[in-house]
């Protein structure tokens, strides 16, 4: 699985970016993928994630309400919708995967992913 994160950029407060994890393999149905971040001088955090089948999907409740994470198969992509976007967003966003038999099952710590993608810089500006 190799994975890519791309659609970072910069916006002011209350914008709106979408962000795209990619997946060239055709083993992406058979990979649950989440989504962290990573805000300077801090941890990496989780913020969403998204079950092989797109089925389930859990948020931190930093960003429940405002991000959507969801997935085309067919595409091999997974796209998180971030609205209403404050400056503690800012951070580096990395896309992860992992390979599953479970079709509902969503993982959110990091230690459970078997392969991350390179970080997109958001930066929200106030």
């Known amino acids: 699985v190799q994975l890519q994160a791309s659609g970072g950029g910069s916006v002011q407060a209350g914008g709106s970016l979408r962000l795209t994890c990619e997946n060239a393999?055709?083993?992406?149905?058979?990979?649950?993928v989440g989504w962290f971040r990573q805000a300077p001088g801090k941890e990496r955090i989780f913020v969403a994630s998204i079950s092989k089948s797109g089925d389930a999907s859990t948020y931190a409740d930093s960003v429940k309400g405002r991000f959507i994470v969801s997935r085309d198969n067919g595409e091999n992509k997974v796209y998180l919708e971030m609205n209403n976007l404050k400056p503690e967003d800012t951070a580096l966003y990395y896309c992860a995967g992992k390979l599953t038999p479970y079709t509902g099952q969503i993982y959110t710590s990091q230690n459970e992913y078997d392969t991350w993608g390179q970080g997109t810089l958001v930066t929200v500006s106030s």
């Open positions: 393999r055709r083993t992406f149905t058979k990979v649950a």
